[in-house]
């Protein structure tokens, strides 16, 4: 099977690693790197398990073919917290219970953090519609939908000039 | 129990939100689930399925496969042991090993689409789908059913042709898809229905519909030249996948050991093996570590569902109200293989109510479907969708609030079940009142909308546990817990250990054991872990405390008596001694010299769980264009006995709110002609997102904890899924205007309903 | 004499149609014995498959459960669950 060298930055680090042509990057991920963080539920682009940052766009990974991630820079969840510290949406999900198995966490919190790097202050239902594409089945997203709405009055109140 | 079920006072731990142990590794993407394994020199194990819903297997030709390089394995059924027999605690029933056996790899028959047929294990993904190809398998398509009436009727196409009916006297001559008959009741139903005032009956059908858990089945083989092997797998239970592994393929339950993932969600879905005796099996036979990960759509054609059925009830009420007698007949999809939870329908369907007069029927029928599985209080949302629409019929006809004919019919403590069982610490009433002064009810319905209210039952179970406690050198403990924890419960197990121990939550740790690093436990199911694990915890927690108290005493020169522990401190009260208290810390920093170790293991039986009670709002709105149901507002009760973590309890609530919505509204195995599923993909099988759901307003009744459980807890995650699906078309038929009978309430059905 | 009947029909199937009747056990390991006696296979099916309410509580399992001299014993389907 040919497979050709993909060179690009994840979670802030240069990485290089062989990718199949037909090789979805969640598999790159997964599989090469041993990212683990980032989980299949359906592989269709429907549950949104697998949710990355693609040069700051949301992407599912298991739609993009792992050789188009040359070049770009991927954020994954194992990037997500800053040298050991949680990120305001990591600290809001625990607080608030907005996790029972865990496994759609990583896909949403991806999904919501490229949220609030766009939009500070969404409300309730543009966070609803926002994370329509990342299917949780334990929580009934009453506490995901609080944690995220919290998390961004977080991170709206820490970067108020003092 | 000494200081048990201290009606919430004093207690420290018990009833706050902490921080779950397991937090951070699942927001960090650590956490470790069944597919993120990887062993050197593994290999990927693919399933050959039947493209065919019904039909004989007359070849498996394998030979092109094995010459495929890269092609380490290939297993059939053959390869199981073919004398495998016997029972193992599954599910909601006592799953016959031969048919779980046959249902991981097929035997003679393939009885449904996505049955597997064989497996390949070979080194490269690629290498095994190509070898799947390569498999030949030769089928003798067989006339299918899938529908549970059709599969009941005597010129059926059969499944199983040595399956008589169950529970038929005399023993019936022939063969047919009806497993069994169940029959129970009490009193006398003619009298009640010539008596009656009001009568109201109705026929009811709800689709199958699948758990839906995100993470699709996987797990890691690794057979060792020696026998011992060992699993990694995301399951309810190491320990039911140990036992079933064992039987299937014949090995001693000391040679396997489970270790199991974190598991993401199962709702009974994982109470069962569909991969493990086949990737171990792969294993077996080319010493090298197998791993087996279901793509989704496998998980839908082959994991799975729980039963659609088919129900007709009748009510026999006073003119004021009281319900004198009712009569049911449920008929219940049990898939390919017998074993539908149809007995639990019919003992949940009334559990409810306390009517003096039943009459109840069940038929457990198999058709070619994939086996049902547990979902989340198995057996009884579909018939309490039934009877919660035919309450509802007789508060319209009656003219009756939904809450006071409720309230008029409730259990009460003492109340015998239709099933021997007599009511206690039943709160049903009060979670009624509650819902009716909630902010919810007190609000008018809006304009253009209409409110469903619904109650529901599931009985909880406990059962064998395990739980170890250990305190560390420095005076910390964790908690050993024997289940896998699937939404919180290393929380619950480290706070009622804390709470018992007298220490902060921070310094109590809880991990999930192998199968071969703590007693046997039955599985994560049940709505049993809290109450029966969590006795195992406080039982070992205890055993601690008497052991500290008892080193205490030593160190003091005392009697064991004179001392008391609190809040994680020894304190001596006899006056005469003169002595500063003992942390834990400073008594398990010398343990080496008042007995070694401090350590406690405790396994036992739990008797005495709580049945719980649920009482669910629903307030909707339909679009008369499309059709389309949104839900505005839903507000949730539930006699929880106690809450040990609150928010994870609210949790359950809202979780089980959210997928009964989408079983009312959405969710459905569709089948064309050809016997094949049509919608085995998450954009065809339409589960709520968060764009489809309100919030999910909780209400948590606490007056009557269970005085079987240390701090009251009973049972909670599988209540919550009982009462949404007529909750929710109790609304729709107010909207529509003629009782809705059919789940789920697509938007098609109810735009051809609202134009009749 | 303590009195059992059952809420399955299964049990039917073992007992030639009875559906009630009194034993004399004390205990659910005695009235395993008993029925495997009086019923063929039945002991053992109940054993393995059923659970009891003594006295409208519910036992799963529990072979050392007490039975009264007047107990009312109902022969019921295991409960597990999801
Ligand atoms: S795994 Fe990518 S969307 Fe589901
Ligand atoms: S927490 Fe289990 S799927 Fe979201």
Not at chain 3, 19 to 29: K, N
């Amino acid at each position: 099977m040919s497979r050709m060298v993909v060179n690009a930055t994840v979670n802030g680090e240069p990485v290089e690693f062989l990718a199949g042509g037909g090789q979805s990057l969640l598999d790159a991920l997964r599989d090469e790197l041993r990212l683990t963080g980032s989980k299949e539920g359906c592989g269709t682009g429907d549950c949104g398990a697998c949710s990355v940052i693609v040069d700051g766009r949301l992407v599912c990974a298991c739609l993009m073919l792992a050789p188009e991630a040359e070049g770009t820079r991927i954020e994954t969840i194992e990037g997500l917290a800053d040298n050991g510290h949680l990120h305001p949406l990591q600290h809001q999900f625990l607080e608030q219970a907005a996790l029972q198995c865990g496994f759609c966490t990583p896909g949403l919190l991806m999904a919501s953090k490229a949220l609030l790097d766009r939009n500070a202050d969404p409300t309730e239902s543009e966070v609803r519609y926002w994370l329509a594409g990342n299917m949780c089945r334990c929580t009934g997203y009453d506490k995901v939908v609080r944690a995220v709405m919290d998390a961004a009055a977080d991170l709206r109140q820490a970067e108020k000039p003092r | 129990m000494s200081d048990g079920n201290q009606g919430g006072v004093n207690l420290k731990v018990v009833g706050q939100r902490p921080i779950r142990p397991d937090g951070v590794d699942k927001v960090t993407g650590r956490a470790q689930f069944g597919a993120d394994f990887h062993l050197p020199g593994m290999l990927t194990g693919r399933i050959k399925r039947s493209p065919h819903a019904h039909a004989r297997v007359v070849s498996i030709d394998t030979r092109a496969a094995e010459k495929l390089p890269g092609v380490k394995a290939i297993v059939t059924s053959a390869d199981f042991d073919a004398g495998a027999a016997g029972e193992v605690e599954a599910g909601e029933s006592h799953a016959a090993m031969k048919e779980v056996a046959a249902n991981c790899l097929a035997h003679g028959k393939v009885l449904y689409q996505g049955h597997a047929v064989a497996a390949v294990a070979a080194t490269q993904p690629e290498i095994a789908a190509e070898a799947l190809d390569l498999i030949e398998v030769t089928y003798e398509v067989l006339p299918h059913v899938i529908d549970v009436e059709a599969a009941m009727a005597a010129d059926a196409p059969v499944l199983h042709d040595d399956m008589y009916t169950k529970g038929v006297t005399p023993k019936p001559g022939k063969a047919s898809n009806v497993a069994a008959k169940h029959v129970m009741g009490r009193g006398d139903v003619a009298a009640a229905f010539k008596a009656a005032g009001v009568i109201v009956e109705g026929s009811y059908e709800t689709a199958a519909v699948h758990q839906g858990y995100i993470e699709p089945h996987a797990c890691v083989a690794s057979w060792g030249a020696d026998g011992q092997s060992t699993i990694w797998c995301s399951s309810q239970g190491q320990f039911l996948v140990r036992a079933m592994v064992a039987k299937i393929l014949n090995m001693p339950l000391s040679d396997i050991k489970v270790i199991p993932a974190e598991i993401g969600g199962g709702f009974g879905g994982k109470t069962t093996v569909y991969l493990e005796p086949v990737a171990l099996a792969l294993s077996r036979k080319c010493g090298r570590p197998v791993k087996i990960v279901m793509s989704r759509e496998e998980v839908f054609l082959a994991s799975g569902p729980t039963s659609g059925a088919v129900m007709d009830v009748r009510l026999a009420a006073t003119k004021d109200g009281k319900i004198t007698g009712a009569e049911m007949t449920l008929k219940y999809q049990a898939g390919a293989f017998q074993g539908s939870p149809v007995n639990l329908g019919l003992m949940t369907a009334f559990a409810c109510y306390d009517v003096e007069s039943l009459a109840l029927t069940g038929y457990d029928v198999v058709s070619n479907r994939p086996k049902v599985a547990a979902y989340r209080a198995p057996g009884a949302p579909m018939a309490a969708f039934a009877v919660e629409s035919a309450i509802d019929d007789l508060a319209l006809k009656l003219g009756m609030d939904p809450i006071d004919l409720r309230l008029l019919n409730a259990v009460r403590d003492g109340a015998k079940t239709v099933y021997g069982a007599t009511v206690r610490c039943c709160a049903l009433v009060e979670t009624l009142e509650a819902i009716k002064a909630s902010p919810h009810y007190q609000t008018p319905v809006g304009k253009g909308q209409a409110r469903g209210v619904a109650a529901g039952f599931w009985f909880n179970v406990g059962g064998e546990s395990s739980a170890a406690v250990h305190v560390d050198e420095d005076g910390g403990v964790t908690v050993v817990s024997s289940n896998p924890d699937i939404g919180g419960s290393r929380a619950s197990m480290a706070m009622m250990a804390a709470e018992r121990l007298g220490l902060p939550i921070e310094r109590v740790r809880c991990t999930v054991a192998d199968t071969t690093s703590i007693g046997y436990s039955g599985s994560t199911g049940g709505s049993r872990v809290t109450f029966a694990t969590g006795m195992a915890v406080v039982e070992a927690a205890q055993k601690i405390v008497a052991d500290l108290k008892r080193r205490a005493a030593q160190t003091w020169e005392c009697d064991i008596a004179m001392v008391e522990w609190k809040d994680g401190v020894a304190t001596c009260i006899d006056p005469a001694k003169d002595v500063k208290p003992l942390s834990m810390k400073a008594i398990a920093g010398k343990s080496a010299k008042t007995g070694g170790p401090i350590a406690a293991e405790v396994s036992l039986n739990a008797q005495g769980a709580a049945a719980g009670f649920g009482v669910h709002v629903c307030d909707l709105e339909i679009d008369p264009e499309t059709g389309r149901t949104t839900v505005v507002r839903y507000t949730a009760a539930q006699d929880v006995g106690r809450a040990i973590h609150p928010a994870y309890v609210e949790g359950q609530l809202q979780g089980g709110a959210a997928q009964g919505i989408g079983w009312a509204l959405n969710e459905e195995y569709v089948y064309g002609k050809s016997g094949l599923l049509e919608n085995a993909s998450f954009l065809d099988y339409r589960m709520p997102v968060a764009s489809d759901l309100p919030m999910i307003d909780t209400i948590l009744i606490e007056t009557k904890p269970n005085p079987r459980h240390p701090f009251g807890a009973k049972g909670v995650g599988e209540v919550p899924i009982v009462p949404p699906l007529a909750a929710v078309s109790n609304a729709v038929s107010r909207i529509v205007g003629r009782r809705m009978t059919s789940l789920p309430m697509s938007p098609a059905k109810v735009l051809a309903e609202m134009a009749k | 004499m303590p009195r059992v009947t059952s809420i399955s029909g299964r049990i039917a199937d073992f007992t030639g149609g009875v559906s009630a009747f009194q034993v004399e056990a004390r205990t659910v390991r005695a009235l395993m014995r008993e029925l495997e006696g009086r019923f063929p296979g039945l002991g053992d099916f109940v054993e393995d498959q059923m659970a009891l309410a003594i006295d409208g509580e519910i036992f799963q399992d529990a072979l050392g459960a007490e039975i009264g001299a007047d107990s009312e014993i109902v022969l019921i389907p295991k409960i597990a669950g999801g």
